[in-house]
Antibody
Framework: QVTLRESGPALVKPTQTLTLTCTFSGFSLSTSGMCVSWVRQPPGKALEWLALIDWDDDKYYSTSLKTRLTISKDTSKNQVVLTMTNMDPVDTATYYC??????????WGQGTLVTVSS | EIVMMQSPATLSVSPGERATLSCRASQSVSSNLAWYQQKPGQAPRLLIYGASTRATGIPARFSGSGSGTEFTLTISSLQSEDFAVYYCQQYNNWPPFTFGPGTKVDIK
């Protein structure tokens, strides 16, 4: 059974750096073909793809956010970490991690709401 | 960067009726397209990948078709649990793996 769970702060201040962790089970990111993505969704709005890391440690980023994003993995802990710098109120959203054996996500975490406010 | 468009924005359908949702890409994505269902307060759920392959556990009333730039998700007979927002996502030209803006299917 595959599960993913996002964790991180519920509230961050403007200009701070957000660090989110995706902890997963049921698959290994050292297995060829496996990927973990981050996607966010502002309240009442559509999904926005942010970043992806694959089994080979290749990393892909949103073109509009790539200067602010860093994705990394700790295969031994079954975790993927996303950092986003210089947070702004417009970054308020539910952040999801997803995983699977391709560039789309077969499995998703329940999401974590991050509010950016002073 | 590929732009994904979905139509209509909202589709009002009666239970038991057929629903047809469209997704268009600004350039060809071959068959590298996925469809997701999202209900309020829940994470997205993968329905279709490869434009037409149902994900594990997805009922046969959901079907996907198309290639290149034009795609369709069809729900043959809407059940009460199918009222949700549906998103398409391309994963052919990356980054980014862009999502469409979504189609909300609500009760007529």
């Amino acid at each position: 059974q595959v599960t993913l769970r996002e964790s991180g702060p519920a509230l961050v201040k403007p200009t701070q750096t957000l660090t989110l962790t995706c902890t997963f089970s049921g698959f290994s990111l050292s297995t060829s073909g496996m990927c973990v993505s981050w996607v966010r969704q502002p309240p009442g709005k559509a999904l926005e793809w942010l970043a992806l890391i694959d089994w080979d440690d290749d990393k892909y980023y949103s073109t509009s956010l790539k200067t602010r994003l860093t994705i990394s993995k700790d295969t031994s802990k079954n975790q993927v970490v996303l950092t986003m710098t210089n947070m702004d109120p417009v970054d308020t959203a539910t952040y999801y991690c997803g995983g699977g054996s391709s560039w789309y996500s077969d499995y998703w975490g329940q999401g974590t709401l991050v509010t950016v406010s002073s | 960067e590929i732009v994904m468009m979905q139509s209509p924005a909202t589709l009002s359908v009666s239970p038991g009726e057929r629903a047809t949702l469209s997704c268009r890409a600004s350039q060809s994505v071959s068959s590298n397209l996925a469809w997701y269902q999202q209900k309020p307060g829940q994470a997205p759920r993968l329905l279709i990948y490869g434009a037409s392959t149902r994900a594990t556990g997805i009922p046969a009333r959901f079907s996907g078709s198309g290639s290149g730039t034009e795609f369709t998700l069809t729900i043959s007979s809407l059940q009460s649990e199918d009222f949700a927002v549906y998103y398409c996502q391309q994963y052919n030209n990356w980054p980014p793996f862009t999502f469409g803006p979504g189609t909300k299917v609500d009760i007529k």
